[in-house]
């Protein structure tokens, strides 16, 4: 007899169930009602509107309790649970029978501020995109018909399934490289950043894709790693992200150029369905053939026409001859026509010229004689003739003015028969000397030249 057992009569014999009920009893009696904090994670909603989820140390700790908070009580909360949250829950310790599993059954539950990890996440969102590393200027084009897509994701997760199927599903002329990488853990960034770089290095692609499954905040939290973030905005190939299902937003998400609510949403805004470019290259092919065939009807019926003056030259050649000939004729009525007119114009300039010509001379002589008389008038003799004298300093100056003279000064007077030599005697100016000094009385000699 094994020494590790003794006789049913020695010691107490438990059933499973007992066992399990006197546990639950014993920590119903010690924990009927304790308070407990910690951050929700992988909160979810049955069907039945039961929530169950997992509570964990904000610190980091490794430390999990299971809970289950039940459709009466959730009614009547005043929030909407999310992961990363940090509450406080007030309830009791159970033991649930059938998985023999431990849990902690909530019975009020408010918030007490942000988790760890979220509060975490909203400062480096920050921090990220007052770098403008999320803005959409900075994001860049996406092929309109990729022939080569990259998927960057774990071979073992359903993530690729769903990419590949659906890639299938629409694009089957797509060629599609894989790049497997880890998406979760603490060298998941690492992993991912280094299928990024390779991708990048090779082109294979023309585009990358980066997914993976849904999950709660801690396990998509590789993808809120600030370098993997910048190393998606430094990718030289355009990204589209489809991390987890629609409501999970990771900061790679953010800094993707496009953002997918999910892996399989990702791989249709990656390229367009097969059938939809078929029936664009149908209607294409429509109207190219409705305009080669209207181009090739009107050369047709170019043809035709220059055809059919090629096939009878005769008609051309009779239609330029009547129309030399109507030209001819309308030329023999217009010039008697014209010739008679410039005869008339002739006649008529020979006419105005011979009566024009004797008054022109007339005014001509008019014009010359009045000139004749001015000229006449202006002459210095008819002046001398008056009784005036020229008179200088004998040198050939004109004197002018009493300023000029001095007391025995000898002049010449030019006068209209002759010239005098003359000797000044005295000066007067005539009254204040602001008009013409008067005329100078000079003593004339006796000789004359």
Known sequence: MDEGFKPASARLTWTVGGLVRA????????????????????????????CYFSLKDADGGNALLRCALFRRTAAMLDFQPADGQRVQIRGR???YEPRGDLQFVAEAMRRAGAGALYEQFLRLKARLEGEGLFDADRKRELPAYPRRIGVITSTAGAALHDVLTALARRAPQVEVFV????????????SVMAALAQANARRDAELLILCRGGGSLEDLWAFNDERLVRAIVASELPVIAGIGHETDITLADLAADLRAPTPTAAAELAAPSRQECLGQLAHLEQVLQRRVRRELDTAAQRLDRVALRLARPAEGLARQRRRVALLAQRWGQVLPRWEGLQSQRLAH???????????????GQQRLDGLAARLAALDPKQVLARGYAWLDDGQGRALSSIGQLEAGQQLRAVLADGEAALQVLSLKRSGDGSGPPPPVKRRRKATKD
């Open 179 to 190: 790049y497997p990488s880890l998406v979760q853990g603490a060298d998941a960034p690492s």
């Open 349 to 363: 300039l020979a006419q105005r010229h011979r009566l024009a010509a004797p008054q022109l001379l007339r005014n």
């Open 23 to 50: 546990i639950a009893d014993s920590l119903a009696s010690r924990f009927a009602s304790v308070t407990v904090e910690g951050e929700l994670s992988g909160f979810t909603r049955a069907a039945s509107g039961h």
């Open 93 to 95: 310790v159970a033991l």
